[in-house]
């Protein structure tokens, strides 16, 4: 059997085991009560996953068009190709949302999709990379559970989804094998299209690495590879042409489709660039980190921020490795290339904005694709690059303690001998790990890995409680008067500002009625991307009142809410038990006239009123 199929050893299960567990324990907050706990770090963007299990739900349960979806933004719907959708994940997992609820199925993906990724890694790296399992579980941990991962977790599990990046770079190396151009090239085709369906920025920023890596890799060993650029541009082109083949429709649909956008108004992702101080400082959810640190470097993405004990193992790793190791050199050049990248166009130290050009100032920020990218998530392929690094070290510590005599550890034959052309080292007196004075380097190695790793161990995430939707929503008291085709229109209109609880009232029914407004990239003035609904006059109005805002509604203002309600094909108007009901049920009375109350909620039937 080869090598890279091989029957998973008890080791492998093992790590596999380890990787759940963690994930599990990562999530432990949420456990602890998934019905009514969501991220206090990012919770609308929480929010916003669990309405996109239910939107995986609802297509699969009604047959509809799953790039598209009318249950959101009413009456003109969310283009879903052009958000964040995660159809590779939500499609495939509508029968858990179906029988447990988006709460449960976006938790145990969490899990699932941190405990993959380490695995996936563990699987390139000890199949293709190093002898030791044991080098390959440090990199596999680190690459599955590194800080700026363990932060995304935080209410963005499509950049934890990452378990299918190693494979793929995996198979871009394979690509040259003689013979097998269509096999390999109709692999990574399928693995591409895949990808493209759980996160496409994460997939460019994996294509811009091979763009560097593939090079580098070809450069360093073109005598032996020189055979191999005929099968590897063969099957680069079968894999592009499948993945056009698959993909080309929903990626025209995400640019040409209804409520599709050309780029974001401002480039507002263009200047945020990773802190040079986040490389060194110690992540919010890790065991030596603390929520002092984003108020000292900035509420930013924690996309690095490896501490400095890291910093100096994964510089020291490159500087011992880089004669020896062809994959520490390109995994330097890699990590290093990338970390400057992600500076931005202005460089940030400390939180301080300073008035150095970054290497982004030289970018065009309306160029395409680049217009919409974060330059700050370029340095998680820095991520990847220090994962690689931290498994090379290892493996190196752990050759040198396989050559020492009968007093050290057998070495791990079988693993070594699946890679005939790996360097060997004798194991004679002679051997470097057992000259005088040499003979604790093992135990250093080991240690500097492990003490640099420590401090990173993630915690829980932290979480904090969201009220449960209205008995009259989860209970169905509402469909005598939704009747199809009509909206229910909550109150505060759902956005990402002002109503991450009755968006809520969407997800957790499985989309089952329409809304207006919502959290979502969709068209704004002149086609520009903008975060959310464009503004009705009625739900600015709401949002003022909410925000402390005093003014006498006038006869122009009623007029406009009916119009507002027309154009969102309202059928009633509901208000919940919301924090602000004490300000918002005068608002709607006097927009709308006397409210009924029907089960635990106020409500406006005004179907007489918008025809």
Same mark, same amino acid.
């Given at each position: 059997?080869?090598?890279?199929?091989?029957?998973?050893?008890?080791?492998?299960?093992?790590? =596999?085991?380890?990787?759940?567990?963690?994930?599990?324990?990562?999530?432990?907050?949420?456990?602890?009560?998934?019905? %009514?706990? @969501?991220? #206090?770090?990012?919770? +609308?963007?929480?929010?916003?996953?669990?309405?996109?299990?239910?939107?995986?739900?609802?297509?699969?349960?009604?047959?509809?068009?799953?790039?598209?979806?009318?249950?959101?933004?009413?009456?003109?719907?969310?283009?879903?190709?052009? /958000? +964040?959708?995660?159809?590779?994940?939500?499609?495939?997992?509508?029968?858990?949302?179906?029988?447990?609820?988006?709460?449960?199925?976006?938790?145990?993906?969490?899990?699932?999709?941190?405990?993959?990724?380490?695995?996936?890694?563990?699987?390139?790296?000890?199949? $293709?990379?190093?002898?030791?399992?044991?080098?390959?579980?440090?990199?596999?941990?680190?690459?599955?559970?590194?800080?700026?991962?363990?932060?995304?977790?935080?209410?963005?599990?499509?950049?934890?989804? /990452?378990?299918?990046?190693?494979?793929?770079?995996?198979?871009?190396?394979?690509?040259?094998?003689?013979?097998?151009?269509?096999? /390999? %090239?109709?692999?990574?085709?399928?693995? @591409?299209?895949?990808?493209?369906?759980?996160?496409?920025?994460?997939?460019?920023?994996?294509?811009?690495?091979?763009?560097?890596?593939?090079?580098?890799?070809?450069?360093?060993?073109?005598?032996?590879?020189?055979?191999?650029?005929?099968?590897?541009?063969?099957?680069?082109?079968?894999?592009?042409?499948?993945?056009?083949?698959?993909?080309?429709?929903?990626?025209?649909?995400?640019? /040409?489709?209804?409520?599709?956008?050309?780029? !974001?108004?401002?480039?507002?992702? $263009?200047?945020?660039?990773?802190?040079?101080?986040?490389?060194?400082?110690?992540?919010?959810?890790?065991?030596?980190?603390?929520?002092?640190?984003?108020?000292? *470097?900035?509420?930013?993405?924690?996309?690095?921020?490896?501490?400095?004990?890291?910093?100096?193992?994964?510089?020291?790793?490159?500087?011992?490795?880089?004669?020896?190791?062809?994959?520490?050199?390109?995994?330097?050049?890699?990590?290093?290339?990338?970390?400057?990248?992600? !500076?931005?166009?202005? &460089?940030?130290?400390?939180?301080?904005?300073?008035?150095?050009?970054?290497?982004?100032?030289? *970018?065009?920020?309306?160029?395409?694709?680049?217009?919409?990218?974060?330059?700050?998530?370029?340095?998680?392929?820095?991520?990847?690059?220090?994962?690689?690094?931290?498994?090379?070290?290892?493996?190196?510590?752990?050759?040198?303690?396989?050559?020492?005599?009968?007093?050290?550890?057998?070495?791990?034959? #079988?693993?070594?001998?699946?890679?005939?052309?790996?360097?060997?080292?004798?194991? %004679?007196?002679?051997?470097?790990?057992?000259?005088?004075?040499?003979?604790?380097?093992?135990?250093?190695?080991?240690?500097?890995?492990?003490?640099?790793?420590?401090?990173?161990?993630?915690?829980?995430?932290? =979480?904090?409680?969201?009220?449960?939707?209205?008995?009259?929503?989860?209970?169905?008291?509402?469909?005598?008067?939704?009747?199809?085709?009509?909206?229910?229109?909550?109150?505060?209109?759902?956005?990402? @500002? $002002?109503?991450?609880?009755?968006?809520?009232?969407?997800?957790?029914?499985?989309?089952?009625?329409?809304?207006? %407004?919502?959290?979502?990239?969709?068209?704004?003035?002149?086609?520009?991307?903008?975060?959310?609904?464009?503004?009705?006059?009625?739900?600015?109005?709401?949002?003022?009142?909410?925000?402390?805002?005093?003014?006498? *509604?006038?006869?122009?203002?009623?007029?406009?809410?009916?119009?507002? &309600?027309?154009?969102?094909?309202?059928?009633? =108007?509901?208000?919940?038990?919301?924090? #602000?009901?004490? =300000?918002?049920?005068?608002?709607?009375?006097?927009?709308?006239?006397?409210?009924?109350?029907?089960?635990?909620?106020?409500?406006?039937?005004?179907?007489?009123?918008?025809?």
């Amino acid at each position: 059997m080869s090598r890279l199929w091989r029957r998973p050893a008890r080791a492998d299960l093992l790590a =596999v085991g380890v990787y759940l567990l963690l994930g599990a324990l990562v999530c432990g907050n949420h456990w602890a009560d998934i019905q %009514g706990r @969501v991220s #206090s770090h990012l919770p +609308t963007d929480n929010s916003w996953f669990e309405w996109l299990f239910s939107h995986g739900a609802y297509s699969v349960r009604h047959l509809t068009n799953p790039l598209f979806s009318d249950r959101q933004n009413a009456p003109d719907g969310v283009n879903m190709m052009a /958000n +964040t959708s995660m159809l590779g994940v939500t499609l495939p997992m509508a029968p858990i949302t179906i029988l447990f609820g988006p709460q449960v199925a976006y938790v145990l993906y969490l899990v699932v999709a941190m405990a993959g990724t380490a695995a996936t890694s563990y699987w390139a790296l000890s199949r $293709h990379l190093v002898t030791s399992r044991a080098a390959a579980f440090v990199g596999g941990a680190f690459l599955g559970f590194a800080p700026g991962i363990v932060h995304h977790a935080n209410g963005q599990p499509n950049f934890v989804s /990452n378990f299918l990046l190693p494979i793929i770079l995996v198979w871009v190396l394979r690509l040259g094998e003689p013979g097998r151009w269509l096999r /390999n %090239g109709l692999i990574l085709g399928l693995l @591409v299209t895949y990808q493209i369906f759980i996160n496409e920025e994460m997939l460019l920023l994996t294509a811009l690495a091979c763009a560097v890596i593939v090079p580098l890799w070809a450069a360093a060993r073109w005598r032996r590879l020189r055979d191999q650029a005929v099968p590897f541009l063969l099957a680069l082109g079968v894999g592009g042409g499948l993945t056009l083949l698959l993909a080309g429709y929903p990626i025209w649909f995400q640019f /040409n489709g209804p409520q599709s956008y050309r780029s !974001l108004q401002g480039g507002i992702f $263009h200047s945020w660039g990773e802190d040079v101080q986040a490389f060194v400082t110690f992540a919010r959810d890790t065991l030596a980190g603390s929520p002092e640190a984003e108020q000292t *470097i900035g509420m930013t993405e924690q996309n690095t921020w490896f501490g400095w004990p890291l910093v100096i193992v994964a510089v020291l790793a490159a500087g011992l490795l880089w004669r020896r190791s062809l994959a520490a050199r390109i995994a330097t050049t890699v990590g290093v290339l990338f970390a400057v990248a992600s !500076l931005g166009p202005q &460089l940030r130290i400390g939180g301080e904005l300073t008035e150095r050009s970054g290497p982004w100032s030289l *970018i065009p920020p309306d160029l395409p694709l680049v217009e919409m990218m974060m330059p700050t998530r370029l340095s998680l392929v820095t991520v990847g690059a220090v994962g690689v690094l931290l498994a090379l070290a290892w493996d190196a510590v752990a050759t040198a303690a396989a050559t020492r005599p009968a007093t050290s550890v057998e070495p791990d034959r #079988s693993a070594t001998a699946a890679q005939p052309d790996q360097p060997t080292r004798s194991a %004679g007196p002679e051997g470097p790990a057992d000259r005088p004075g040499r003979r604790w380097l093992p135990v250093v190695g080991y240690a500097a890995i492990a003490l640099a790793l420590l401090p990173l161990v993630p915690r829980p995430l932290p =979480v904090q409680s969201v009220e449960p939707p209205p008995t009259f929503i989860t209970s169905g008291d509402w469909r005598p008067y939704v009747p199809d085709g009509r909206t229910l229109v909550p109150v505060p209109i759902p956005s990402n @500002v $002002h109503g991450l609880s009755t968006l809520r009232w969407s997800a957790l029914t499985l989309h089952e009625f329409p809304v207006p %407004g919502g959290y979502f990239i969709g068209p704004g003035p002149e086609g520009l991307g903008q975060f959310g609904a464009p503004t009705r006059p009625t739900a600015a109005l709401i949002y003022r009142v909410m925000d402390g805002v005093e003014e006498p *509604i006038t006869g122009e203002q009623r007029a406009q809410a009916v119009e507002d &309600l027309r154009f969102w094909n309202a059928s009633v =108007v509901v208000l919940g038990d919301h924090p #602000s009901a004490d =300000v918002l049920l005068p608002l709607m009375t006097d927009l709308l006239g006397p409210a009924q109350r029907v089960s635990d909620v106020w409500l406006w039937d005004v179907r007489p009123l918008v025809g």
